[in-house]
């Protein structure tokens, strides 16, 4: 939000307000939760908006006092709009159909409204349900009566305030009612009234428009002449097609359940032990080899199946569960000893935090690309920068790349507030596109803005929930707001998800990093989160030395992650178990990611992390791949530390890898 100014305006001298209204210089996305109304005492608002809030949620708390809604972009959400101004006991200005004079009555003179019905049980579904001012064109209402002929008694007056009540017979026996198609009126009505939230209603809106053959934003004019169109768009047909009509319902039922039969879920029983194999080391007769299967924890070697519900027990139960668990003295034994609290199947137990290890050292690679504008910013004045930036922007408006690369020039200014609104302009190039958010989301997170970030991230969800990784980034971001439980369940609804064959097959190894993500936030956050529905044989913590987690955000993109250890041995996917202790994930050369690198017990001296990035199958006007690199040491210890770092690929002549950054550990 701007900086707040105070303008006085006396005898219609406006001048000064004028001035800074031609003058000022529009920028960043749109977010109606930082509008704090109380927070500025007066009358009256006015609000100029197109109604479009890019950056969060339209919430939306106009106080106490009227909000008029004044909009001229003929692409506005008037709905939005609408809803803010009336809920208020103001007006909707719209300027695309109001001339001046018009507009100018609104502001100035209150009109006159239908208020509502008064008190009737035998009167319900009423639409309009909120507040309508009369014109002259005439006024409009439709309920669901359940007496044929009752009276009911229409509210008219000015604000919320009732000054005349008209009541009105009903009378269905009269021929022109009978020539009009009421209940389809009655739809339409509550239509347009749901349409005023769209997103919240849009199910709603399109189950209506279907049953009463009702053209909606989402529908366009359907043509209807075989029962497989009827059964295409879900439309009732007319009688001589229901008998084909249902036949069809029942055999698209069946195929439902077969492709439902065919999709599966992550082999997470599998990836758990496989994981838990690896981090067992006490067990391994060398660093890196793994044991027999009949030295593992014992699992069902076959497809996950929903697990059996179990109920949560006291604290005392599940320490005296855990201390009979082969699993959970294991996982104790490796676990940091300063961490003091409950784990599911794990004990941990309290020690002296004087006694630490030392904290390793993590210093990751600034990453500045060359590009012309970045150039001629370097050789700005501080006191010129965002004007120069305003004035490049002409060239590049619609580039999400150059909003990138703005932002993270003034994120290196130590100037946040700048590289945050020039950031959210992405949002408003009103592209709907997985990718480009996923990009934004990754800038956000690791900027610290997380709220901003959860938001973003909820979108990817809602465009991609048949792709684990929307799961993983959305339960992510609820753990950077300290939403523990939510992030967990989310988490474990991603892991356990029925998938198409496909999205397994090139997913493969997304797991691992889910199970570690899902058993890091229930091992640090034991007591605040409930575990009744897991499956308890994925459940404990495995907590290790170094983590280190590779995403990006194009699909079809091969980058594959590197670690090198003190020794000079690299972990990579031609080397996936090293010697030194490292394990690598799954490579994904087709997906979005992630890669997730690991070492239990880190050896004396500098590890070095690289990215091999060998391209993209396509070129998209969204920009180049953009990874996000998340580095962790002393990961589910308690003294984890998480370092971010975002990078575009857009070369893949470095064949010896990008470096990403080094920690030592002591």
Known sequence: MRKKELYKIVNGEWSALRNALETITYDGATNFSTINLPAIPCEEYLLFSDGMSTFAEHTFVPGNKPVYAICSSPVSDYGTLFNIANNSGAQLINLNVLNTNSAVKLLLEQPFKFIGIQSNSNAKNIFPSYPVALTSTGFSLTGISAVPDQVITLQFGYGNTVTVEKKVQLNFSKQEVKQVNLQRFWAQQQIAELDLQYEKNKEAIASLGRMFSIVTRNTSLIVLETAEDYVRYKIEPPAELRKEYYAILKQRQRDKVQEQEYATTFNILEAYQNLYKWWDAKKNTSPGKLPAPSEAPETNQVRYTPPTVVRDEEVKQDEAIAEKSTFG??????????????????????????????????????????????????????????????????????????????????????????????????????????????????????????????????????????????????????????????????????????????????????????????????????????????????????????????????????????????????????????????????????????????????????????????????????????????????????????????????????????????????
């Open 329 to 666: 003295t294991a996982a104790n034994q490796g676990a940091d000893a300063s961490l003091s609290g409950k784990v599911s199947g794990v004990v941990i137990t309290s020690s002296n935090k004087n006694n630490r290890e030392p904290a390793p050292t993590v210093l990751l690679n600034e990453w500045v690309p060359e590009r012309p504008y970045l150039a001629i910013m370097n050789n700005q004045a501080e006191k010129n920068l965002y004007n120069k930036y305003v004035e490049l922007r002409k060239d590049y408006i619609n580039s999400p790349t150059f909003y990138y690369d703005m932002a993270n020039f003034f994120f290196r200014k130590n100037d946040k507030a700048t590289g945050l609104k020039i950031l959210s302009n992405i949002a408003e190039l009103n592209i709907e596109d997985h990718e480009l958010f996923a990009m934004l989301g990754y800038k956000l997170k690791e900027a610290g803005f997380y709220t901003e970030a959860l938001y973003v991230f909820k979108k990817v969800l809602q465009w991609r929930s048949h792709e684990p990784q929307s799961y993983r980034h959305y339960a992510l971001a609820l753990q950077d707001l300290e939403k523990w439980q939510e992030a967990a369940d989310t988490l474990y609804a991603g892991l356990t998800k029925k998938y198409d064959d496909n999205i397994i097959e090139d997913y493969e190894g997304i797991a691992d990093a889910m199970l570690m993500e899902l058993n890091d936030i229930i091992a640090l956050h034991r007591p605040q989160i409930k575990t009744t529905k897991y499956n308890k044989k994925i459940i404990g913590a495995l907590p290790v030395d170094i983590r280190v987690v590779l995403n990006w955000n194009r699909d079809d993109t091969d980058i594959d992650l590197w670690l090198t250890d003190p020794k000079g041995e690299k972990c990579f996917f031609g080397n996936s178990q090293t010697a030194g202790g490292a394990l690598i994930s799954n490579d994904m050369t087709n997906g979005y990611g992630p890669e997730q690198l690991m070492v239990k017990k880190a050896i004396k001296g500098k590890y070095k992390i690289q990215i091999h990035y060998y391209g993209d199958s396509q070129m998209k006007l969204t920009g180049p791949s953009t990874v996000l690199a998340e580095v962790f040491t002393r990961y589910s210890t308690g003294n984890e530390q998480r370092k971010l770092i975002t990078m575009q690929m857009e070369s893949n002549e470095d064949k010896d890898g990008i470096l990403v950054g080094e920690f030592s550990f002591e």
